[in-house]
């Protein structure tokens, strides 16, 4: 399967995808490190994609999106943005509103 159509997929079939270096449980760079805390922080279920795994998915998402960096946040298919864009959003209440009105469901968090 050539990477795009690999992109493409998981694009499609998770509400939010994050193309990162590293994992959600130990990202490899500040930058992705940043956009996992925000994620876990509002409390949405998202997919992280290691490009650090394969050259080809590296090269092949910035091609797909037009975006040179990682980290890239996909949501119900769209192109958020990378690591700048996602806290700007998040830090003006965009991120939130993004996700609910896509619909995509987050986790009640228990208050202190």
């Known amino acids: 399967m050539a990477i795009e159509q690999f992109i493409e997929n998981e694009v499609k079939a998770n509400d939010v995808v994050l193309f990162m270096k590293g994992t959600p449980q130990f990202p490899m760079c500040g930058f992705s490190g940043q956009v996992v805390q925000i994620l876990d922080h509002i409390g949405v279920s998202y997919k992280g994609l290691n490009v650090l795994d394969s050259d080809d998915l590296r090269d092949g998402i910035k091609s797909y999106s037009n975006w040179p960096t990682i980290p890239q946040l996909y949501v ?37």
């Open 76 to 112: 119900k298919g769209e192109f958020v943005g990378g690591c700048d864009i996602v806290r700007e959003m998040f830090q003006a209440g965009e991120l939130q509103g993004l996700l609910k009105e896509k619909g995509v469901p987050l986790k009640e968090r228990a208050s202190t």
